[in-house]
């Protein structure tokens, strides 16, 4: 005997509604403002996770949403400059051949292959020598990697930008380290995403049954993941003007 489905608003609906609502309430912030706050550029951090060849132009995990964030970025980092900003850290996928990561996403990033180097758009800022380069193994930029020694030695640092790829993954985990850290301290930081310098992949659902891999609904998790974020005491606007 079957059971009948009945399929009402329930309150999932309601909220993707004011999901959808709440993103399209985002302001922009002045970036002038946000470093005048900050006391002047050598308070303020940008830290740039994931924006490298594997991610952008290469290799299976390349995605032109992500790759639609450079050029943002890259103003940010020269108006940032242009402000007095000076600390850019960059942590970046850095794989083992043999990484377990390998069992959840295809082979992607490996030590020494030209997808683990930082794009060419960064690269030819006339400041990426003073690119902090972090390698990382796993989604999260902290776990057994230089970050956190960095940040400790640079209490200075109490405005954060955070900026890159993937929203739900390597930025989401980024964004809230860095502001669990501060809390954990009992210090006052202020962690920021800029929804513009942001994104994350998408794999709709025909495409994924099609491929047999999990379905990735990029504009879902894109806006899920940054209303977390501003759930969790990070502050996200539209774009840092």
């Given at each position: 005997?079957?059971?009948?489905?009945?399929?009402?608003?329930?309150?999932?609906?309601?909220?993707?509604?004011?999901l959808?609502?709440?993103?399209?309430?985002?302001?922009p912030?002045?970036?002038?403002?946000?470093?005048?706050?900050?006391?002047?550029?050598?308070?303020?951090?940008?830290?740039?996770?994931?924006?490298?060849?594997?991610?952008?132009?290469?290799?299976?995990?390349?995605?032109?949403?992500?790759?639609?964030?450079?050029n943002?970025?890259?103003?940010l980092?020269?108006?940032?400059?242009?402000?007095?900003?000076?600390?850019?850290?960059?942590?970046?996928?850095?794989?083992?051949?043999?990484?377990?990561?390998?069992?959840?996403?295809?082979?992607?990033?490996?030590?020494?292959?030209?997808?683990?180097?930082?794009?060419?758009?960064?690269?030819?800022?006339?400041?990426?020598?003073?690119?902090?380069?972090?390698?990382?193994k796993?989604?999260?930029?902290?776990?057994?990697?230089?970050?956190?020694d960095?940040?400790?030695?640079?209490?200075?640092?109490?405005?954060?930008?955070?900026?890159?790829?993937?929203?739900?993954?390597?930025?989401?985990?980024?964004?809230i380290?860095?502001?669990?850290?501060?809390?954990?301290?009992?210090?006052?930081?202020?962690?920021?995403v800029?929804?513009?310098?942001?994104?994350?992949?998408d794999?709709?659902?025909?495409?994924?049954?099609?491929?047999?891999?999990?379905?990735?609904?990029g504009?879902?998790?894109?806006?899920?993941?940054l209303?977390?974020?501003?759930?969790?005491?990070?502050?996200?606007?539209?774009?840092?003007?």
């Amino acid at each position: 005997m079957s059971i009948p489905i009945v399929i009402e608003e329930r309150a999932d609906v309601a909220f993707l509604e004011h999901l959808e609502d709440w993103m399209s309430r985002l302001e922009p912030l002045s970036l002038e403002a946000y470093v005048r706050e900050a006391g002047g550029g050598e308070h303020v951090g940008i830290f740039c996770v994931d924006v490298i060849v594997g991610f952008c132009t290469e290799g299976p995990l390349q995605s032109d949403r992500i790759r639609a964030i450079v050029n943002p970025i890259r103003d940010l980092m020269l108006r940032a400059w242009e402000l007095g900003v000076r600390a850019f850290v960059l942590p970046q996928d850095n794989h083992p051949p043999s990484s377990p990561e390998f069992s959840d996403y295809p082979p992607h990033c490996i030590v020494g292959t030209s997808e683990c180097q930082t794009v060419p758009e960064l690269m030819s800022l006339p400041f990426s020598d003073r690119f902090v380069i972090i390698p990382k193994k796993s989604i999260s930029s902290a776990v057994r990697t230089d970050l956190p020694d960095w940040v400790d030695r640079h209490p200075e640092i109490t405005h954060r930008i955070v900026v890159g790829d993937c929203t739900d993954l390597c930025t989401y985990q980024l964004a809230i380290y860095l502001k669990t850290e501060a809390t954990a301290r009992d210090v006052a930081c202020s962690v920021l995403v800029p929804a513009d310098c942001v994104d994350t992949y998408d794999i709709p659902v025909a495409a994924a049954t099609e491929a047999g891999i999990p379905p990735h609904p990029g504009d879902l998790f894109h806006s899920l993941f940054l209303y977390h974020m501003a759930l969790n005491g990070i502050r996200v606007v539209r774009a840092l003007v």
